[in-house]
């Protein structure tokens, strides 16, 4: 591991707290020095001499550094992407399983405002979906056609579409066992397949019923 003064600025970047601002809310600053800086405080002098701070005042003292591994800081610039294609519905969304839990939660998607694509092993289901036909209670033809119509709903059988969304909702069934405990094969056979096509940047929420923990211990070091 890299000592304190021996991080590397091309593989580290730093951010910065004013004194004034340390227990706001107030942003902190990213900064790229072309070097870094031992010890764990320092000025805004001394950092307007690096070029990094032009206009701050020298007596504005900085509290706190965080160095922070390149991949770190790529993964909180992904995030902070996708948060925001979400706040603006920009964002694609997928649901795998168009079910009694599936159908409802594209259609309130698509009611919002994004842009939806169910997938289904169901060939009957997807094409049902995609002629504007609820066959499920809670959900009338007469609010799903709209949105088929519109665009911002459709429905398929290849997981390629996968490639193409920036969040999915896994909503496929666990039925108990004699056992009682949730048959997860239909929750593994989904990952298997959103697997082939996972890209970066991409955010998968486990909507199943099942046991504590299976996002950890079964979806996660399957994606």
Same mark, same amino acid.
């Given at each position: 591991?890299?000592?304190?003064?021996?991080?590397?600025? $091309?593989?580290?970047?730093?951010?910065?707290?004013?004194?004034?601002?340390?227990?706001?809310?107030?942003?902190?600053?990213?900064?790229?020095?072309?070097?870094?800086?031992?010890? &764990? @405080?320092?000025?805004?002098?001394?950092?307007?001499?690096?070029?990094?701070?032009?206009?701050? &005042?020298?007596?504005?003292?900085?509290?706190?550094?965080?160095?922070? /591994? $390149?991949?770190?800081?790529?993964?909180?610039?992904?995030?902070?992407?996708?948060? $925001?294609?979400?706040?603006?519905?920009?964002?694609?969304?997928?649901?795998?399983?168009?079910?009694?839990?599936?159908? /409802?939660?594209?259609?309130?998607?698509?009611?919002?405002?994004?842009?939806?694509?169910?997938?289904?092993?169901?060939?009957?289901?997807?094409?049902?979906?995609?002629?504007?036909?609820?066959?499920?209670?809670?959900?009338?033809?007469?609010?799903?056609?709209?949105?088929?119509?519109?665009?911002?709903?459709?429905?398929?059988?290849?997981?390629?579409?996968? @490639?193409?969304?920036?969040?999915?909702?896994?909503?496929?069934?666990?039925? *108990?066992?004699?056992?009682?405990?949730?048959?997860?094969?239909?929750?593994? &056979?989904?990952?298997? $397949?959103?697997?082939?096509?996972?890209?970066?940047?991409? @955010?998968?929420? *486990?909507?199943?019923?099942?046991?504590?923990?299976?996002?950890?211990?079964?979806?996660?070091?399957?994606?």
């Amino acid at each position: 591991m890299l000592g304190r003064h021996e991080l590397s600025p $091309e593989r580290y970047f730093f951010r910065w707290r004013p004194r004034k601002s340390f227990f706001s809310k107030e942003p902190l600053i990213d900064c790229f020095p072309p070097r870094c800086i031992p010890g &764990s @405080l320092t000025t805004a002098a001394s950092l307007r001499r690096l070029g990094k701070l032009k206009h701050a &005042s020298p007596f504005v003292s900085v509290r706190k550094w965080l160095f922070m /591994p $390149e991949a770190q800081l790529a993964a909180e610039a992904t995030a902070k992407i996708l948060e $925001e294609k979400i706040r603006t519905r920009r964002a694609r969304v997928g649901i795998v399983g168009l079910g009694y839990v599936g159908l /409802p939660l594209a259609v309130e998607f698509a009611k919002a405002g994004f842009s939806v694509t169910g997938i289904d092993i169901s060939g009957q289901k997807v094409g049902r979906v995609n002629a504007g036909e609820s066959y499920i209670g809670d959900i009338s033809s007469s609010t799903l056609g709209p949105l088929v119509e519109s665009g911002k709903l459709r429905a398929t059988t290849d997981f390629s579409a996968v @490639l193409e969304l920036d969040t999915i909702n896994i909503c496929v069934p666990t039925p *108990l066992r004699k056992t009682k405990d949730p048959d997860m094969s239909f929750i593994v &056979s989904s990952c298997q $397949e959103i697997a082939r096509h996972f890209h970066a940047g991409m @955010l998968v929420i *486990l909507e199943s019923t099942t046991y504590p923990g299976t996002t950890d211990e079964v979806v996660l070091p399957m994606l």
